[in-house]
């Protein structure tokens, strides 16, 4: 199995910045995709930001410019750089991963989630 441990949230003034990370543990063979997501109070969950084994990254159009994503593979860890932060930002990020396992299919797994809140 494996697990996923967020860091890093917090309350931040607009104009600020955070860096979140996200670690995986447990047994694991290849992490395909590191990806980020967050969904503010009373909405869906919302793409953000995810980074390929081979280091391609992508971005949902609103954090584009201001929020950079990267990954330490050796250490299982994806960062988040946030910066320029809006009070729209606030909402809770998740980590999801996609672990490639050696005799299957490739597995999802996420994040308990780490709450992000920017004051105006």
């Known amino acids: 199995q494996v697990r996923l441990v967020e860091s890093g949230g917090g309350l931040v003034q607009t104009g600020g910045s955070l860096r979140l990370s996200c670690v995986a543990s447990?047994?694991?063979?290849?992490?395909?995709?590191m990806e980020w997501y967050r969904q503010a109070p009373g909405a869906g969950r919302e793409y953000v930001a995810g980074?390929?084994?081979?280091?391609?990254?992508n971005y949902g159009d609103s954090v584009k410019g201001r929020f950079t994503v990267s990954r330490d593979s050796a250490k299982n860890t994806a960062y988040l750089q946030m910066a320029s932060l809006k009070p729209e930002d606030t909402a809770v990020y998740y980590c999801r991963f996609v672990v490639r396992n050696i005799d299957g299919p490739d597995t999802t797994f996420w994040g308990q989630g780490t709450q992000v809140t920017v004051s105006s």
């Open positions: 980074i390929t084994s081979g280091y391609s990254t």
């Open positions: 447990g047994s694991i063979y290849h992490i395909s995709f």
